[in-house]
């Protein structure tokens, strides 16, 4: 049955109780569901939103059969939606169905009622989430469209919870109703460890009440039941169908027993397995246990020995940092002597940038003034050159003047003399105008030559007066030159560090 719950064919049944509209159809398919269901729900549990669909299906078409869509809708049946187009499913119609008879143990109201008590057993907060809302639940699960209308068409609003109501109205509180939420039931797989087919169905019989219920009782694996059989009105063929009922009764009893007890060897067979595999997993427990209590005898010696290093690391740094304090000590003391030593440095810097500031001042004055001196002495060449060529006029006048006085003082003298001889002898003047051919000149008045003494005196001082003026403006042009176009190199100074300045 495992191997049925895997293969393709559930996959197609679960197609055909979702589209199909046949009665007897729907009947027989959901009868062979519920036959492999309890051998294997953990494979069914990836199906749960697809069976709790034709769950809602089969509350419908418990007491309001199936009729197709073709047929027009009428109260007390149940028509299905077309499937949709992405599906290719071709539906199969009641209407091309048998007109038969079905058995009483595949009759609507019996198989939906296994059905329910089938999922409820497995799946509880599915089956109550689902008929609660079931848009909203196949929504939550994200169930691909199967129909070619939407969910909100395909049941009204509140009819599945009406219509399951009475249905589950004496079922027992599940267990997983207060554990798990829809998602949580689909999720935790460890539920069917250790559960069978026979567990399975007990539990689901015992949630349902179903020995309490007034209805004649059927497992989800009773065989197919005969019909009556008429007997004849006499006492013999009435014992004789009491007994063949005894005995079919007997025989399904035994046929169930046999099942049950095949069922129990094999989980008895599975407890055993199970009981060797937890006794091997205790002994290397065990044995592990024992491994570890060495390891851990041997991790704490290390541990002794590691706190042993720590102790002696941590004296060891201890030590380090009070060394590193007096270093640290040592460095600020001479950070602070260094610091001390740099702020007198920086005042005597000052100081010296304030000298070459100054000396850099007084040199741009001095550059001033030889450039004014420079611009002055351009501007008075000229007239350097006219007091040089006055002063040589002055000379050549000096030299001229000094032979005029010269020869005025040979002159003077000359007269002097004449003037003394007369003094003494007086000059007789003859005019012998028959013996000498000559005239003789008269004596000429002193006062003319004392005049004209007087007049080369005045002159030869305002020559001298005019030369002593050249003189000294010789020397002042001099001077100037001197002090413009002088000897330097003796002119040192303190920021070209002793070069000479120009």
């Known amino acids: 049955m495992a191997r049925v719950a895997s293969s393709p064919f559930i996959d197609i049944l679960l197609k055909s109780l979702t589209h199909d ?90 198989i939906a009622q296994l059905y329910i008590i089938a999922l409820y057993g497995a799946w509880p907060s599915n089956v109550i989430a689902f008929v609660r809302d079931p848009v909203s639940y196949i929504r939550g699960k994200n169930v691909s469209a199967l129909y ?9 609003p509140g009819v599945l919870a009406t219509r399951m109501e009475p249905l589950i109205r004496d079922f027992r509180l599940h267990p997983s109703l207060v554990i798990f939420t829809s998602t949580a039931e689909l999720a935790d797989d460890k539920r069917w460890d250790r559960i069978d087919a026979a567990e399975f169905i007990a539990r689901s019989q015992a949630l349902s009440n179903s020995d309490q219920q007034g209805a004649p009782r059927a497992g989800l694996f009773d065989e197919d039941e005969q019909s009556p059989i008429e007997v004849d009105q006499t006492k013999h063929s009435s014992r004789l169908g009491k007994e063949n009922e005894l005995l079919r009764l007997e025989a399904k009893f035994t046929s ?32 592990r246990l024992k491994a570890q209590t060495s390891q851990i005898a041997e991790l704490t010696a290390q541990l002794s020995q590691a706190r042993t290093d720590a102790s002696q690391a941590q004296q060891k740094h201890v030590k380090w940092q009070g060394q590193l304090r007096d270093k640290v000590a040592s460095f600020r003391e001479e950070k602070g002597t260094w610091q001390t030593e740099a702020a007198r440095i920086r005042a005597e810097l000052s100081e010296v940038y304030a000298t070459v500031k100054a000396q850099r001042e007084e040199l741009a004055e001095v550059k001033n003034d030889r450039l004014r001196d420079k611009d002055e002495t351009a501007h008075g060449f000229p007239a350097f050159m006219r007091c040089k060529e006055a002063l040589q006029e002055a000379e050549a006048a000096k030299a001229k003047c000094h032979e005029m006085l010269k020869a005025s003082r040979q002159e003077t003298l000359e007269q002097a003399q004449a003037i003394e001889v007369p003094n003494q002898k007086p000059t007789i003047v003859r005019s012998d105008v028959g013996t000498s051919g000559t005239d003789v000149k008269p004596v000429q008045d002193v006062g003319i030559y004392v005049q004209l003494l007087e007049q080369a005196k005045a002159r030869t001082d305002k020559l001298e007066r005019e030369n002593l003026e050249l003189r000294n403006a010789l020397l002042t042009h001099q001077q100037v030159d001197k002090a413009v176009n002088g000897d330097s190199r003796n002119d040192k100074s303190f920021i070209f560090g002793g070069d000479n300045v120009v």
């Open 148 to 156: 070619a209308v939407d969910w909100d068409k395909v049941w009204p």
């Open 21 to 110: 509209t046949g009665n007897r159809l729907f009947s027989i398919n959901l009868r062979l569901l519920l036959s492999v269901l309890p051998y294997a729900p953990l494979e069914f549990t990836s199906k749960v939103p697809l069976m709790a669909i034709i769950l809602g299906r089969a509350i419908s078409w418990r007491d309001r059969p199936f009729i197709d869509l073709a047929s027009t809708v009428r109260d007390g049946f149940t028509q299905t939606p077309p499937p949709n187009s992405s599906l290719d499913w071709e539906v199969a119609t009641s209407s091309a169905e048998p007109d038969i008879e079905m058995p009483e143990h595949l009759k609507p109201r019996w």
């Open 256 to 287: 169930r027993v046999r099942k049950q007890y095949l069922y129990h060897i094999g989980r008895l067979h599975k407890t055993s397995l199970r009981l060797n595999n937890d006794e091997a997993e205790i002994h290397s427990f065990v044995n």
